[in-house]
């Protein structure tokens, strides 16, 4: 009989132990597919957005769409611990992109739910981008140089701008933040340049 009542709970807990594998299991494969669709699919969501903003503003769609990865995960309802907003993390108020983009488009203030559709997000921040890139057309790196203004202000980029236009800039970004934000939208705008390149 002991032997038998052994048996029977190494049975019971054996089978016990294949469901909980089994639901481990399905969880990790739901959260893998959710997870990847997610990463894969929200750039696609708005790539039509995002070329015709490029075109139109004359930036690189792939380094648009590396700056909205970073500010994002291309989540158009994300917002920002200081107030950014949408796609592209734009700063509403006073002195910032919005009131900016406003002004010189002769626009009324959008209001802040009107920041959040897609369209008009990648619109302020594809011209605000491309505002800052105009910036820097003499550096080599002018690129990063203008990812430092969208982070950090033009003031601040300007202390980091190298003292010859063949210069690096990247040592020289005082602010930690700002220098990891750089590093990760260049990284990211070069997989995407990678991956045009194997498209062709």
């Not at 011209?127 to 002018?142: I, N, P, V």
């Not at 982070?151 to 990891?180: F, H, L, Q």
Request: hydrophobic share 35%; aromatic share 16%; net charge positive.
């Amino acid at each position: 009989m002991y032997p038998l009542a052994m048996h029977r709970t190494y049975r019971k807990k054996q089978f016990l132990f294949w469901i909980i594998f089994g639901l481990i299991t399905v969880a990790i494969v739901w959260m893998l597919s959710y997870y990847s669709y997610e990463y894969f699919s929200r750039g696609s969501t708005y790539e039509e957005l995002i070329q015709a903003a490029a075109d139109r503003h004359g930036i690189d769609s792939r380094l648009l769409k590396a700056v909205i990865w970073q500010e994002s995960r291309f989540d158009q309802y994300a917002r920002g611990s200081k107030g950014e907003v949408g796609l592209m993390q734009i700063m509403p108020g006073p002195k910032h992109a919005v009131q900016d983009w406003a002004s010189r488009h002769k626009e009324k203030l959008p209001c802040i739910g009107l920041l959040y559709n897609p369209s008009l997000n990648i619109e302020i921040g594809a011209w605000y981008l491309s505002r800052a890139l105009s910036h820097w057309t003499k550096y080599d790196a002018g690129i990063e140089l203008a990812l430092c203004e969208y982070n950090a202000g033009y003031s601040k980029a300007k202390t980091w701008c190298p003292p010859t236009y063949d210069g690096e800039v990247m040592d020289r970004i005082s602010y930690n933040s700002t220098r990891g934000y750089v590093q990760a939208i260049m990284d990211k705008y070069h997989e995407y340049l990678g991956l045009t390149k194997e498209q062709d």
